[in-house]
């Protein structure tokens, strides 16, 4: 079944250092992919999409991600988080039928 | 820009009451998505609706039912509410290849 995992189930960075957050995907074609980040008891606010194109993807608030095919991958990153990054970010992308479809979220804590 | 919108952002129902969630997707988007998601977890998806038919379903409880109107906007009826179906709910809608947009979420507490 075509599916979206995210590997990380918790994962701590201090602040200004770098960030990646993984996402495997499993899609017989080219998937469109996603990355939502969703702060405590607020709202799922997209990041950044993947559809087709550019494999690098710019999105709001510095992150990037890149769709790497060979991989089956399209991990997060960040080159310096802020503490107001800490969130729960989860990977995304169609089920079958219209489904959409999400990892299991990683957790991300930013200590000082 | 014009965004999902979600009414009401909390409401509580004691067990056994009936709640009715409400969705405005982004005008000109044709399908409305709801998922459920629970303390902790990640969203499930519970049904969606593309230009006002039903278009898929996932794992939504018999006692839940669903329309999209004329105006496109969608409703949520939760009927015999159970301590379990406490969580958050969220309307999504789409257009195309826009990806999807999410509503901030009804927060549902039964007591």
């Known amino acids: 079944a075509q599916s979206v995992t995210q590997p990380d189930i918790h994962i701590t960075v201090s602040e200004g250092a770098s960030l990646e957050l993984r996402c495997n995907y499993s899609?017989?074609?080219?998937?469109?992919l996603f990355w939502y980040v969703q702060s405590p008891g607020q709202g799922l606010q997209l990041l950044l999409k993947y559809f087709s194109g550019d494999t690098l993807v710019q999105g709001i608030k510095g992150f990037e991600a890149e769709f790497k095919r060979s991989q089956s991958s399209f991990n997060l990153r960040k080159p310096s988080v802020h503490w107001s990054d800490a969130a729960e970010y989860f990977c995304a992308g169609p089920h079958t039928g219209n489904q959409f479809y999400f990892g299991t979220g990683t957790s991300l804590t930013v200590i000082p | 820009a014009a965004g999902v919108i979600q009414s009401p952002r909390h409401l509580i129902k004691e067990k056994r009451e009936t709640a009715t969630l409400k969705c405005y997707p982004i005008?000109?988007?044709?399908?409305v998505y709801w998922y459920q998601q629970g303390p902790g977890q990640d969203p499930q998806f519970l049904i969606s609706?593309?230009?006002?038919?039903?278009?898929d379903k996932g794992s939504i409880p018999d006692r839940f039912s669903a329309q999209q109107f004329s105006d496109y906007h969608s409703e949520l009826n939760m009927s015999s509410l159970e301590l379990g179906d406490s969580a958050l709910y969220f309307c999504?809608?789409?257009?195309?290849?826009?990806?999807?947009?999410f509503g901030s979420g009804t927060r549902l507490t039964v007591v």
């Open positions: 899609y017989g074609a080219t998937p469109y």
């Open positions: 999504a809608s789409s257009s195309a290849n826009y990806g999807y947009t």
């Open positions: 609706f593309y230009e006002k038919m039903q278009s």
């Open positions: 005008p000109r988007h044709d399908t």
